[in-house]
């Protein structure tokens, strides 16, 4: 198990990203709602029905999840893994950008949109680039 190429090192470097972004909402889902840009309200003054607790440790959950298997596809140079990425982060890309624009999400929250675009663009030219070498 090992990374071999440059497309390896980008979805390795995201997973590892994606997990401790994970592991950090896990533990304080309030540091991440502070990154993103939302207002941070301390616990006890939540109504009862307000759920943003609950959604940000779900969101940290899936993060960390998928961080693992980011980093488990680079070690074990899973090229298909990396080439269905590609357009799901482009996707990503234009729906957190869209909520962004819309004024649903803080400007911060585009940071998110921008990092997946980013990724998806790493990881594509990368491709590209050894698909291109053999």
Known sequence: MKIRDASGWTIFIFGILAFLLGLTG???PEILLSILGFEVVERAQRATSDYTIV???ASSM???NMG???VL???NDVK???RWTVPFRVITFAVFTTIVIMGIAPKP???VGAWELAGALATGIALGKERNKK
Do not use: K, P
């Open 109 to 111: 929250f585009f940071g």
């Open 73 to 75: 596809a680079a070690l």
């Open 62 to 64: 899936a993060s960390f």
């Open 55 to 57: 959604f940000m440790t």
């Open 68 to 70: 693992v298997y980011y």
């Open 80 to 82: 298909a893994f990396y």
């Open 26 to 28: 896990l533990i304080r």
